[in-house]
């Protein structure tokens, strides 16, 4: 029986893993916005470092969209990694909007990430009023922020 349940469970990671490598192919994503993603820090900054140093050869755009418009400064605001938005920002990768109009200081704040926001705000001077496509601003995404078994939580900033 042990066995049983042994191969049904390798089974469903090995399906698990083959989803997320479909998910991270259909979304056209670049080395580094998988390793915010995965909220690989030490991966983050040797791709960082190969972008500054020309790559090898290899083009490593820090401010590359996906297909969603999505950068990998996003990501890392989503994910709630401080110290991969410190390293990003000091990279002075480009503050773009999504094609929702997302910031990544929206993805913070819908996120409830306190940290990222008062960095954003505060030592990166981010744009709080910024509108995404629906005219919401940052304090719209933080009202919206939904914490735990439907309870909102209000930051304030």
């Not at 042990?2 to 191969?7: G, L, P």
């Not at 192919?25 to 995965?38: P, V």
């Not at 990694?81 to 999504?98: G, M, R």
């Amino acid at each position: 029986m042990k066995e049983i349940v042994k191969k049904l469970a390798e089974k469903e990671e090995e399906e698990r893993k083959k989803r997320e490598r479909i998910r991270l192919g259909l979304q056209k994503k670049t080395a580094l916005h998988i390793a915010c993603d995965l909220e690989k820090v030490e991966k983050v900054q040797s791709l960082l470092a190969a972008a500054q140093e020309g790559g090898g050869g290899v083009v490593i755009n820090v401010d590359e969209q996906d297909e969603d418009g999505w950068t990998p400064l996003h990501i890392a605001c989503m994910r709630g990694n401080l110290k991969i938005v410190e390293l990003l920002t000091n990279a002075n990768v480009e503050v773009q909007d999504n094609k929702f109009g997302f910031t990544p200081l929206h993805d913070a704040c819908a996120n409830g990430h306190n940290d990222i926001i008062r960095f954003l705000v505060v030592e990166r001077k981010a744009n709080i009023n910024a509108l995404d496509n629906g005219g919401g601003t940052t304090r719209h995404s933080v009202t919206y922020h939904r914490v735990g078994f439907g309870h909102h939580r209000f930051y304030y900033i």
